[in-house]
């Protein structure tokens, strides 16, 4: 318009007077122009419209996403791959997350930011995750027609399913969650998974928990998984079993890792170390527990830069799904991995750890272990993972929750460990 303003000085008047045929053939292709403009308008609302209602997912049309994700995804490195990262808002999501993007692959994250533990601390790594250019749908991966749009826009080579209802003692709380999250909305990601024409392999989170009540160490991925102690561990060793029917009927290529206590900053603030951290800051006392015959519980604990390493790894190597659109062309690989440290610590000598770090004692409660989802000890035989990608864990308990504390410290603060 401004530059027809210009073409044109405003000079109607005389324009007028000078031919008035002239003006009225001008009156009419106004009017022309008008009713065209009009009708463009009535078409662009009811074109929007239909997207939103035909979409099922509103948000798209929305909030832009399409072109977000379009974004997100984009492969910026030569033999890269495109993952959606399900469950990005979460400890290892996030992390797992920033470093594919920051080696040039293409990430979608998408997570639902449900309230298990503090919403405020997926948000900020949300925020984290926006500021290294990855974008996060917010969504639930029971919603089968958001996966099966976001695959539409991204074609992702690679999934990435962390997302999870985690935490062994909730399960008495809210038993379904689990069912929900780990039983119903895996299969819904991988009915999505099987029927896209360009099937992608998938890496998700299994559990050091489907050991269960297994007595033999190390814990080797051939070992006994039929003795879960929780119902954590048994939707896991299921999604195990759901996985392979997966791959054994469409052929996708499945990986299942078995994560042994994983920690590090931006963790998950309903684990032990983060909660022990909060409470010896505030001066309240931690409960400690111990098996019968007052033998000390110890953990595999293994940090978050590690077993971002084993993920990728995991990724780099998955090899090709060679089903496509519900059909299995062939055999696919399938995958367990025990993601750990090899090096149990007891949990009160990580306690020691923390006090020294936060210098601060700590009043502790000894307890008997409740038989509700505990196990006494973990312990990873990781040989597999180091024959198929050289996992090798460079982090040790005392470096590693030397850099958690560091962390909560400068996320909380050292006086407010409040949350
Ligand atoms: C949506 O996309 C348009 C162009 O494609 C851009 O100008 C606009 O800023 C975007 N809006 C949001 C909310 O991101
Ligand atoms: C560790 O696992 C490998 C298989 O990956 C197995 O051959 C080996 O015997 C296991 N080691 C121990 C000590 O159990």
Sequence with gaps: MPLEEELFPSTPGKFKDRNRHVHRCFASTSTIFLWA????????????????????????????????????????????MSVLVTGAAGFVGSHVSIAL???????????????????????????????????????????????????????FTHVMHLAAQAGVRYAMENPNSYIHSNIAGLVTLLEVCKNVPIQPAVVWASSSSVYGLNEKVPFSESDRTDQPASLYAATKKAGEEITHTYNHIYGLSITGLRFFTVYG????????????????????????YRAKNRVDLARDFTYIDDVVKGCIGSLDTSGKSTGSGGKKRGPAPYRIFNLGNTSPVTVPMMVGMLEKNLKVKAKK????????????????????????????????????????????LSYYGYNQGKL
């Design 37 to 80: 403009l009009f009708l463009i308008a009535i078409t662009a609302s009811y074109l929007c419209f239909r997207s939103l209602v035909d979409g099922g997912n509103q948000y798209f049309s929305k909030h832009n996403w399409s072109k977000q994700i379009f974004e997100s995804a984009k492969i910026r490195r030569t033999h890269g």
């Design 101 to 155: 993007k920051k080696r040039g692959d293409g990430v979608v994250g998408l997570d639902n930011f449900n309230d298990y533990y503090d919403v405020s601390l997926k948000k900020a790594r949300k925020n984290l995750l926006s500021e290294n250019s990855v974008f996060i749908v917010e969504g639930d991966i029971n919603d089968m027609k958001l996966l099966v749009r976001l695959f539409e826009i991204a074609k």
């Design 365 to 408: 409660n000894f307890v008997v272990m409740p038989g509700n989802g505990d196990v006494p000890f973990t312990h990873a035989n990781i040989t597999s993972a180091r024959k198929a990608f050289g996992y090798k864990p460079a982090t040790d308990l005392q470096t590693g929750l030397k850099k958690f504390v560091r962390w909560y």
């Design 265 to 288: 900053p931006w963790g998950r603030p309903d684990m032990a170390y983060f909660s022990f951290t909060r409470n010896i800051l505030q001066g309240k006392p931690i409960t400690i």
